[in-house]
């Protein structure tokens, strides 16, 4: 890690920070003058430049300026006394990362370099992964299941379908397969079925001859001949016209196609991976999907997780589509405060990745100051958030162990509609679970809030009913059972991996495998 720099023609203010910093095993290089900072960052640079403002010769914002011209990732701390108001605003309209008035308490003035220096930190591995244009980013269980798929057909041509929900980054999962694959040097050529009107989509797949229609005054190839020797991505490929479907499962089955009006075949060596959001079993069900293509593109299937399924990735996705986006303007990068962070982490984001680096890109533009606070986000992710908060949206969560035995579940396994007496309780993840014995729940309704549909007051009518009944040791039984639904459905969602389920559920290693042992859960895996 490089020096932090501090700059002040005071010694005894350059002594102190130097002895403070020393003692949090921190390198310090000091100068007495910004002039001399100016020549040393020609050819160095520090990890955090701390700098008084008011100095004989050059002053503080102008070496401030002279960082953000040359060096914008990185954090100055501009020093200031109480009474200068005018230099602190103008430290931050330059780009300070923060002002330290004087006199300062030392071990806040530490805290404050603690927090550049974790900044700096953060922008270098930013930095490091836009320089290295990453195909994709993610540190979350079901992003690394996805990476490990993509590394094992690093070495085949095999035919692959990518589902998903729409931005979940589909077409950059095709890229990184054609990347990836021994067509690496032929061209990848992406078509989005959806988009292209059903009169025209026939032509562009396969290409057409002259005189072929009204309009075709020249031969053209298609989308499979551009990418012969290389990658064909169909996305979109759920809404493909009915009629087209059978063409293109020839050009599957056979490897063989005409140009729209041509009569000589054309021999196709093209790698096809389609991608849709669409269910296409059901597709095939409402015959709206031919059954013989759907078995044709679905040899190997990859599932994209939503970004909620991987909200650890947030921050990271966040930094980087901050810096990118900064990047692309020519401004300094944005940063969000833990707050926004965290803000960010619990939303929902439907339109997944692609809505998050759209935000950033808002963020960019529109946010007043450097540092992001929760109420310079977009007012309608704030007030969509508290009305969900206030009970008016369909997030309430509630365990599948905590229902009365009158509830019935929908048919998905992974996100299913609790249904007590009747009514719509909640949605939540729910995989077999154990059902609670209890009296049932009157009036329920939509889940949030603290009515009767939420899953706390589930809670409080089982407690209710086992204390009415005279049951022993309640609060014993339902906490073994609350934990014991914690504990398994983090390990789902971390595919059995203990130590990442009890990072995820926020305790020790030594607990959850005593737990699990306590419990009696199967399922568990150290690794």
Not at 263 to 289: M, S, Y
Not at 364 to 373: K, L, R
Not at 506 to 521: A, S, V, Y
């Amino acid at each position: 890690m490089k020096p932090i720099w501090i700059v002040d023609d005071d010694e005894s203010i350059r002594w102190v920070l130097e002895k403070a910093l020393a003692r949090e095993n921190l390198a310090t290089r000091s100068f007495s003058n910004a002039r001399d900072a100016i020549e040393a960052l020609k050819t160095s640079t520090p990890q955090v430049l701390v700098s008084d403002i008011r100095m004989p010769g050059e002053s503080g914002l102008a070496l401030l300026q002279e960082v953000k011209v040359n060096h914008p990732g990185l954090p100055v701390i501009i020093m200031t006394a109480f009474s200068d108001l005018d230099s602190a605003v103008a430290a931050f309209q330059g780009g300070a990362f923060e002002y330290l008035a004087k006199p300062f308490d030392l071990d806040k003035a530490v805290e404050l370099i603690r927090r550049a220096l974790d900044e700096s930190l953060r922008e270098a591995s930013v930095e490091q992964l836009l320089s290295d244009t990453p195909e994709m980013l993610g540190q979350a269980p079901a992003m690394q299941d996805v990476f490990r798929a993509i590394g094992r057909l690093s070495q085949s041509n095999v035919t692959v379908l990518i589902t998903g929900e729409s931005g979940t980054g589909k077409e950059l999962v095709a890229r990184a397969l054609h990347k990836h694959s021994p067509r690496s040097g032929q061209p990848f050529i992406a078509l989005n079925t959806a988009a292209i009107p059903k009169d025209l989509l026939e032509s562009e797949l396969f290409g057409h001859e002259r005189g072929a229609f009204t309009g075709a005054q020249a031969m053209r190839r298609g989308r499979f001949e551009q990418a012969e020797g290389g990658t064909l991505f169909l996305d979109e490929i759920g809404d493909m016209p009915f009629d087209l479907q059978t063409r293109l499962l020839r050009v599957l089955s056979d490897g063989h196609f005409y140009r729209v009006g041509g009569h000589q075949p054309l021999k196709a060596d093209v790698r096809v991976i389609a991608a849709t959001h669409q269910n296409l079993e059901t597709r095939v069900r409402e015959g709206l999907f031919r059954e013989d293509l759907y078995h044709r593109l679905n040899v190997i299937r990859l599932r994209l997780p939503p970004l909620r399924e991987r909200r650890e990735d947030i921050p990271i996705l966040t930094r980087f589509f901050l810096a990118q986006s900064a990047r692309q303007l020519g401004v300094e990068a944005k940063r969000m405060s833990d707050n926004a962070m965290q803000f960010l982490a619990g939303l929902d984001l439907p339109g997944n990745v692609r809505q998050l680096e759209n935000l950033c890109n808002w963020i960019t533009v529109m946010a007043p100051g450097q540092t992001v606070e929760v109420k310079d986000l977009p007012p309608e992710l704030i007030d969509g958030q508290a009305a969900m908060a206030a009970g008016a949206g369909p997030s309430s969560s509630a365990p599948a162990s905590l229902l009365s035995p009158t509830a019935s579940v929908g048919s998905d396994p992974q996100t299913a509609f609790i249904s007590v007496n009747g009514g719509i309780a909640a949605s939540a993840p729910f995989q077999h679970g154990h059902i609670l014995n209890g009296a049932p729940i009157a009036g329920a309704g939509t889940g949030g809030g603290n009515g009767n549909g939420s899953w706390v007051a589930l809670l409080e009518a089982e407690a209710a009913s086992m204390l009415s009944a005279g049951r022993p040791e309640v609060m014993d039984a339902l906490g073994r059972q609350f934990e014991s639904a914690l504990i398994k459905t983090a390990l789902r969602y971390t595919h059995g991996r203990k130590n990442d389920a009890a990072v995820r559920l926020g305790i020790g290693r030594n607990t959850i495998t005593r737990k699990i042992h306590e419990l009696g859960i199967d399922g568990a895996k150290d690794e």
